[in-house]
């Protein structure tokens, strides 16, 4: 950095553009040496993920004592062994399949000159039909000789059909024309068995080495996520393996069934083309229909094949791979068509199969290497924001339908008072903190503030939610995400005083006054914890603190058991402490419940309360509705002593 302090400035000011320059001269470099590497980054990429597949395999014959030299070899042999018969079953059946195919141009035709009949009147069809003939007429090798032709009819003014013969080439160049496509997919077979065998020799070196790429400054942490990643491949990747095999069974049983020949071929690239992700499984059925139209002169197996592809691939994307490895590999579907058309365009077809094994193993290195967390927020299916940032974040656009619907997908699976907790009053919190800092002008706050209300006021309506065992469906990834990260429900979410449960006391119209404070979004919170008391049966009424010090009286004077003042910002505790003094004034006898909607060190809120004169101090609306329905609790009068209160100074001792 320049000891000119303007230099410095200006330094600092380019910083960010040298950086951006710098990051997409990196991402340039990476995909060139990718593209351009591809013979050597191919085998190397196939041979990890094959490990990741055979790892479990070495793992058992270690297990019973097998050395790991022996196991390696007899794990690779077995694999590509493997490979190799089903390189040679294919290759067997596209030769039949070629030899058969002039068979069924009959069929074909008749089918054509049908279509062409059936749809005379169609004069949009009729050309496509056309079109295709003609196509199909230029791709037809000439089977007569133009010359021969001319000479046969005598006829010397037709112009000759000349072709210039290449020179002939030498030995040498006759063999390399005929090895170069043999010793080409041999050179990366022989690759790919060489770094497979040295990973699995070399796993623990490789790891180890990993392990200090990714920062060795916690060893503990930095092994069990390297663990963890491996771990989880190569499951999902075995599992995969296994969901395409059968699906590819099924495909080639089914095919079998209806009377498609070459069901083997079929059901082999339908196995293989599965892991080509959203399309796969639509590729692999276009040849099986063809060959169905050109063998079948009805129409009956064409339907009965796509039928087949139609019913069992979303079962085994549906039903199935959501059974074996989760709802989905862990990628944002636009991740999975980006990735797919990026390494197609690097590596060709062997790129669009690999594309989602790489970028599911990009996705969890930049899940446990902190280094690679963009990895994560870009190709990752989970969502970039917690879910208080993006309640926020639709309060801020002015949305709140969204945020409804959001929150309405939740409340399948959680409680309203979970949601306004965890959710709605964490975004509140960010709300506030925005206007301290003075992010917010009055028209933004006016905004935040309407759609805070709408959003409560619509969620409001909805009974209570009794607890259900097990996961319940949410309807989308961020929804599912929000459920995840609060946890369950706590006990008290489920708790409905009915009016005979009630303490004499709180049997009132409203028994519960809620005072909002003299924040813009205090009314919000205060709102919300209205709503959750008169859900539970603690029905509320709710006032501001300037009505109140205007003089103005709550609609229900009578039968007020308890009044709760909700603050969301910093206030001065004295003015709480004179608040909470005339309220035990004007009604002698009152409970009274401070709610400070922040994250408090629980061994501070004691000496908070004290300091307040409140009957109980509360950071959370589930500790509000505990306060409210303990203080509210009728007890049997056959107790001799009252039971255990919540602590408080002033006003009566809670009810026997």
Not at 176 to 203: E, K, M, S
Not at 215 to 223: A, Q
Not at 229 to 258: D, T
Request: hydrophobic content about 50%; charged content about 15%; aromatic content about 6%.
């Amino acid at each position: 950095m320049s000891d000119d302090p303007i230099t410095a400035r200006l330094l600092r000011q380019a910083m960010p553009v040298f950086t951006t320059l710098a990051s997409c001269l990196l991402v340039i470099t990476i995909a060139a040496a990718l593209y351009l590497g591809r013979d050597i980054f191919v085998p190397v990429t196939l041979a990890i993920l094959l490990s990741f597949v055979l790892v479990p395999a070495v793992r058992l014959l270690r297990r019973i004592r097998v050395p790991r030299a022996l196991a390696v070899m007899l794990v690779v042999i077995a694999a590509f062994g493997a490979l190799l018969g089903v390189a040679l079953l294919i290759a067997n059946e596209a030769a039949q399949l070629a030899a058969d195919l002039p068979r069924y141009q009959l069929t074909m035709r008749d089918k054509i000159a049908s279509l062409k009949e059936a749809t005379a009147g169609s004069g949009t069809l009729t050309r496509v039909i056309d079109m295709a003939q003609d196509i199909g007429a230029q791709l037809q090798p000439e089977v007569k000789d133009a010359a021969a032709e001319a000479a046969k009819a005598g006829s010397l003014d037709r112009p000759l059909h000349v072709q210039i013969a290449a020179a002939k080439v030498g030995l040498l160049g006759t063999l390399g024309a005929f090895a170069a496509p043999i010793l080409h997919p041999l050179a990366t077979t022989g690759l790919i068995l060489i770094f497979t065998i040295f990973i699995l020799l070399q796993r623990e070196d490789l790891r180890n080495r990993a392990i200090r790429l990714a920062g060795s400054g916690d060893l503990r942490r930095t092994t069990a996520a390297i663990d963890d990643a491996v771990s989880r491949l190569s499951r999902f990747f075995l599992a995969q393996l296994c969901l395409n095999i059968a699906f590819g069974l099924v495909i080639g049983v089914g095919l079998w069934w209806i009377g498609v020949p070459n069901p083997i071929l079929f059901g082999v690239l339908a196995a293989i083309m599965r892991f080509v992700p959203y399309v796969g499984a639509a590729i692999s059925a276009l040849l099986p229909l063809v060959v169905a139209a050109a063998v079948d002169p009805g129409w009956t197996m064409v339907i009965a094949t796509a039928a087949l592809f139609l019913v069992v691939e979303p079962i085994a994307g549906h039903v199935v791979e959501p059974l074996l490895y989760g709802h989905s590999t862990g990628l944002s579907p636009i991740a999975v068509i980006l990735a797919a058309t990026l390494w197609a365009f690097l590596w060709g077809p062997i790129g669009l199969v690999l594309a989602t094994p790489i970028t599911v193993c990009l996705v969890v290195l930049g899940r446990h290497i902190e280094r690679l967390w963009f990895l994560d927020v870009i190709l990752g299916d989970q969502p970039a924001l917690s879910p208080p940032e993006i309640f926020y974040q639709r309060m801020l656009a002015g949305d709140p339908a969204e945020a409804i619907d959001q929150g309405e997908l939740f409340l399948k699976a959680r409680a309203l008072v979970t949601y306004y907790d965890e959710v709605v009053l964490a975004g509140l919190l960010m709300a506030q903190e925005d206007l301290a800092r003075g992010a917010l002008d009055r028209e933004r706050q006016g905004e935040v503030g309407t759609s805070l209300r709408t959003v409560v006021t619509r969620l409001g309506t909805r009974p209570v939610r009794r607890a259900k065992s097990g996961r319940s469906k949410t309807g989308n990834s961020e929804t599912s995400a929000a459920v995840a990260a609060v946890g369950p429900d706590r006990q008290v979410a489920a708790i409905v005083r009915a009016q005979a449960d009630l303490a004499p006391g709180w049997r009132g119209p409203r028994p519960v006054l809620c005072v909002s404070s003299r924040g813009p979004f205090d009314e919000a919170a205060t709102l919300m914890l209205s709503q959750i008391l008169g859900q539970h049966g603690l029905a509320a009424q709710v006032m501001s603190m300037a009505a109140l010090r205007q003089g103005e009286q709550p609609p229900v004077v009578e039968g007020i058991a308890m009044v709760c003042f909700s603050y969301l910002e910093p206030v001065s505790l004295s003015q709480i402490r004179l608040n909470v003094r005339q309220a035990r004034r004007a009604i002698p006898g009152v409970r009274v419940l401070v709610g400070f909607w922040r994250e408090r060190d629980p061994s501070t809120l004691e000496r908070l309360r004290r300091t307040v004169s409140a009957d109980v101090l509360v950071t959370s609306l589930n500790g509000a509705l505990d306060a409210a329905l303990r203080f509210s609790e009728r007890r049997p009068d056959s107790l001799a002593a009252p039971a255990p209160a919540i602590p408080h100074l002033a006003g009566p001792p809670v009810p026997a």
